[in-house]
Nanobody, 128 residues
Framework: QVQLVESGGGSVEAGGSLRLSCAVS????????MGWFRQPPGKEREAVGA???????SYADSVKGRFTISQDNNKNTLYLQMNSLKVEDTGMYYC??????????????????????WGQGTLVAVSS
C-alpha cells in the first residue's frame, strides 16, 4: 500500500510563492508517474502537472511557466513550486501516483480516473 502525504499549503497574496511537498512511502512502483492536482472551490478536480519516472514533466496550460514539479533523488518526496500565484490558483492540492499514460491524459484535460494512490490534500488560498 502506498501513502502520500501533502504539506506546505497556506495563505499567500497574489504574486507570491509557495512550495508544496508530498511525502511518498510504502509499496511504490518505480515505473509510476507522479502528479499534482487541484480542486478549486465548487469545481471539479483538475491536473496541474505530472512527472514521469524518467524525470520528464508536463503541465496544464494554466500553470505553465509558473509552476515546477520536481522530486528528490530517492523519489521519496514530490514537490510543487508555485510562483506568481493568482487568485484562481486557490484550491485543495493533491498529489497522486499512477501509470504514466493516465497521468498524461489527466494533464491533457481528461478526468483523473484509475490512479493508484492519492494524498489527503493541502489547502492553498491566494488573496488579491
Amino acid at each position: 500500500q502506498v501513502q502520500l502525504v501533502e504539506s506546505g499549503g497556506g495563505s499567500v497574496e497574489a504574486g507570491g510563492s509557495l512550495r508544496l511537498s508530498c511525502a511518498v512511502s510504502g509499496d511504490t512502483d518505480s515505473s509510476w508517474s507522479m502528479g499534482w492536482f487541484r480542486q478549486p472551490p465548487g469545481k471539479e478536480r483538475e491536473a496541474v502537472g505530472a512527472i514521469d519516472s524518467d524525470g520528464s514533466t508536463s503541465y496544464a496550460d494554466s500553470v505553465k511557466g509558473r509552476f515546477t514539479i520536481s522530486q528528490d533523488n530517492n523519489k521519496n518526496t514530490l514537490y510543487l513550486q508555485m510562483n506568481s500565484l493568482k487568485v484562481e490558483d486557490t484550491g485543495m492540492y493533491y498529489c497522486a501516483a499512477g501509470r504514466r499514460l493516465l497521468l498524461r491524459l489527466a494533464v491533457s484535460g481528461l478526468p483523473p480516473n484509475n490512479l493508484d494512490a492519492w494524498g489527503q490534500g493541502t489547502l492553498v488560498a491566494v488573496s488579491s
